[in-house]
C-alpha cells in the first residue's frame, strides 16, 4: 500500500477534513482513509482526534508571530504616556528612546491606538491657579440654582481683540478622547493685551447689542477706565440694558475683571445702582472665566467666519467692517441657545472641582 507523503506544513482543506471524518465513522481504517484521499496515516489521524475532542473540521489557530511589545510593555507604556505633560508631547522616536523598545514608529503609533491613545491637537484654555478654581467653584455653587429663566434675564459682555493674520501654530498631544480638557493636555493661554483692533458687544436671551469699535490708541496703549465709562457704559451698554429693561423687565449685567472696568466705571455703575442696575462686575465675576461667559463662543464664531473671507481681510479698514458684518448675521436662535447652557456650563465647573471645562 503506496501512501503520498505530504510536506510538513501543507494545510488539509476544509473538505478534506470532512472526508477523512466522514469515512471514519463508517468504520475505514486510517492506512485506508490515507490511501483514499491522499494523505498521511498521522495526518488523518490528527483530524478525526481533534474532531472528537471539539466535534468540529476546523483547524486548530496557529499562534502566529509573537508581539513585538508584550504585555508588560504594553502596560509601561500606558503608564507612561499618561504620566505628565512632557511625556504626553514626546515623539514616537522620543517615546521609543526612552522606554528602551526595540520597535519600529509604527509599531508604537498602532499599539497606542488600539489603547485608545490618539495624538491629538492641543486644546489651549486659562492659566488657573488653586485660589482662582477655588473662586470659580464658589461663584458657581451660589448660582447653581438659577433657572432657565433667571439665566435668560443677564445680559453678557465683553471685548474681543482681533488683528490680521493672526494664527497660531498647533501642538500636538497624545490623550484618551475623554482628555481633552485634562490640564496636562491642554496649552496655557494668557489674556492677551491690546490689539490692533478691539471691539465690545453684549447680548442676552432673544437681543444683541450693537457691535463697538473701541477707540485706537496711540502705540500700543490700553483702554483705561475713563474711555470704558465714556464709550461703552455710557452709550451702547447703558442703552442696551435700558431696553432691556423695557422689554423684559429686570435684567442682570455681566462684565469681567478687567482693569479699565474698575476705577471710574466702578464709581459709574454705583449711580446706576439707584436706578435698578445690578449685576457682576470686577471682584465679583471670577477670573479666567471664559468657560462661564457664551460670548466669548461668540467671538470664535466671529473670528472663524472671518478668515473664511475671501479674498482674506488685510487692511483694519475691511476688518472693522467684517466683524460689524459678521455680528448682524449671528443668529438669535444661536444665542437663546447659548444662554440656555448656562445651567450646564455652571455643573461642568462643579465636576471639574473649579478646573476648566469644555466650555
Given at each position: 500500500?503506496?501512501?503520498?507523503?505530504?510536506?510538513?506544513?501543507?494545510?488539509?482543506?476544509?473538505?478534506?477534513?470532512?472526508?477523512?471524518?466522514?469515512?471514519?465513522?463508517?468504520?475505514?481504517?486510517?492506512?485506508?482513509?490515507?490511501?483514499?484521499?491522499?494523505?498521511?496515516?498521522?495526518?488523518?489521524?490528527?483530524?478525526?482526534?481533534?474532531?472528537?475532542?471539539?466535534?468540529?473540521?476546523?483547524?486548530?489557530?496557529?499562534?502566529?508571530?509573537?508581539?513585538?511589545?508584550?504585555?508588560?510593555?504594553?502596560?509601561?507604556?500606558?503608564?507612561?504616556?499618561?504620566?505628565?505633560?512632557?511625556?504626553?508631547?514626546?515623539?514616537?522616536?522620543?517615546?521609543?528612546?526612552?522606554?528602551?523598545?526595540?520597535?519600529?514608529?509604527?509599531?508604537?503609533?498602532?499599539?497606542?491606538?488600539?489603547?485608545?491613545?490618539?495624538?491629538?491637537?492641543?486644546?489651549?484654555?486659562?492659566?488657573?491657579?488653586?485660589?482662582?478654581?477655588?473662586?470659580?467653584?464658589?461663584?458657581?455653587?451660589?448660582?447653581?440654582?438659577?433657572?432657565?429663566?433667571?439665566?435668560?434675564?443677564?445680559?453678557?459682555?465683553?471685548?474681543?481683540?482681533?488683528?490680521?493674520?493672526?494664527?497660531?501654530?498647533?501642538?500636538?498631544?497624545?490623550?484618551?478622547?475623554?482628555?481633552?480638557?485634562?490640564?496636562?493636555?491642554?496649552?496655557?493661554?494668557?489674556?492677551?493685551?491690546?490689539?490692533?483692533?478691539?471691539?465690545?458687544?453684549?447680548?442676552?436671551?432673544?437681543?444683541?447689542?450693537?457691535?463697538?469699535?473701541?477707540?485706537?490708541?496711540?502705540?500700543?496703549?490700553?483702554?483705561?477706565?475713563?474711555?470704558?465709562?465714556?464709550?461703552?457704559?455710557?452709550?451702547?451698554?447703558?442703552?442696551?440694558?435700558?431696553?432691556?429693561?423695557?422689554?423684559?423687565g429686570y435684567v442682570h449685567v455681566m462684565e469681567d475683571g478687567a482693569p479699565y472696568h474698575k476705577g471710574a466705571a466702578t464709581a459709574r455703575r454705583k449711580q446706576?445702582?439707584?436706578?435698578?442696575?445690578?449685576?457682576?462686575?470686577?471682584?465679583?465675576?471670577?477670573?479666567?472665566?471664559?468657560?462661564?461667559?457664551?460670548?466669548?463662543?461668540?467671538?470664535?464664531?466671529?473670528?472663524?467666519?472671518?478668515?473664511?473671507?475671501?479674498?482674506?481681510?488685510?487692511?483694519?479698514?475691511?476688518?472693522?467692517?467684517?466683524?460689524?458684518?459678521?455680528?448682524?448675521?449671528?443668529?438669535?436662535?444661536?444665542?437663546?441657545?447659548?444662554?440656555?447652557?448656562?445651567?450646564?456650563?455652571?455643573?461642568?465647573?462643579?465636576?471639574?472641582?473649579?478646573?476648566?471645562?469644555?466650555?
Open positions: 500500500m503506496l501512501t503520498l507523503l505530504l510536506h510538513r506544513g501543507v494545510e488539509l482543506t476544509l473538505s478534506k477534513h470532512g472526508q477523512i471524518v466522514g469515512m471514519r465513522r463508517v468504520g475505514a481504517t486510517f492506512p485506508i482513509i490515507a490511501e483514499e484521499l491522499v494523505v498521511t496515516v498521522d495526518a488523518a489521524r490528527q483530524v478525526w482526534n481533534r474532531y472528537q475532542k471539539t466535534s468540529t473540521c476546523y483547524t486548530a489557530r496557529r499562534p502566529g508571530r509573537p508581539k513585538i511589545l508584550t504585555e508588560r510593555d504594553t502596560r509601561h507604556l500606558k503608564r507612561y504616556m499618561t504620566h505628565d505633560r512632557e511625556t504626553r508631547r514626546e515623539s514616537l522616536n522620543e517615546i521609543i528612546t526612552n522606554l528602551n523598545f526595540n520597535a519600529s514608529s509604527d509599531t508604537l503609533y498602532r499599539t497606542l491606538k488600539s489603547l485608545g491613545i490618539g495624538h491629538r491637537i492641543e486644546r489651549k484654555r486659562p492659566y488657573l491657579s488653586k485660589i482662582q478654581k477655588a473662586t470659580r467653584l464658589a461663584f458657581v455653587k451660589m448660582y447653581i440654582h438659577w433657572t432657565a429663566e433667571e439665566w435668560r434675564r443677564v445680559i453678557f459682555t465683553d471685548e474681543m481683540g482681533m488683528q490680521t493674520g493672526s494664527n497660531g501654530g498647533r501642538v500636538w498631544v497624545w490623550r484618551y478622547p475623554e482628555e481633552t480638557y485634562k490640564e496636562d493636555c491642554c496649552g496655557v493661554m494668557h489674556v492677551s493685551g491690546f490689539k490692533k483692533i478691539k471691539v465690545w458687544g453684549g447680548f442676552r436671551y432673544g437681543a444683541k447689542s450693537k457691535l463697538i469699535v473701541l477707540p485706537e490708541k496711540q502705540g500700543e496703549g490700553k483702554l483705561n477706565a475713563q474711555e470704558y465709562m465714556e464709550e461703552i457704559i455710557d452709550k451702547e451698554l447703558f442703552d442696551f440694558w435700558i431696553k432691556s429693561m423695557e422689554d423684559v446706576y445702582e439707584q436706578d435698578g442696575w445690578e449685576g457682576w462686575g470686577p471682584g465679583t465675576w471670577p477670573s479666567s472665566s471664559p468657560d462661564l461667559n457664551p460670548i466669548e463662543n461668540l467671538w470664535h464664531i466671529l473670528r472663524t467666519n472671518i478668515r473664511k473671507h475671501r479674498p482674506k481681510v488685510l487692511k483694519k479698514e475691511d476688518l472693522m467692517h467684517a466683524l460689524e458684518e459678521e455680528w448682524e448675521k449671528l443668529d438669535i436662535e444661536l444665542l437663546n441657545r447659548l444662554i440656555d447652557s448656562m445651567p450646564r456650563r455652571l455643573q461642568a465647573v462643579i465636576d471639574a472641582k473649579g478646573g476648566s471645562t469644555k466650555y
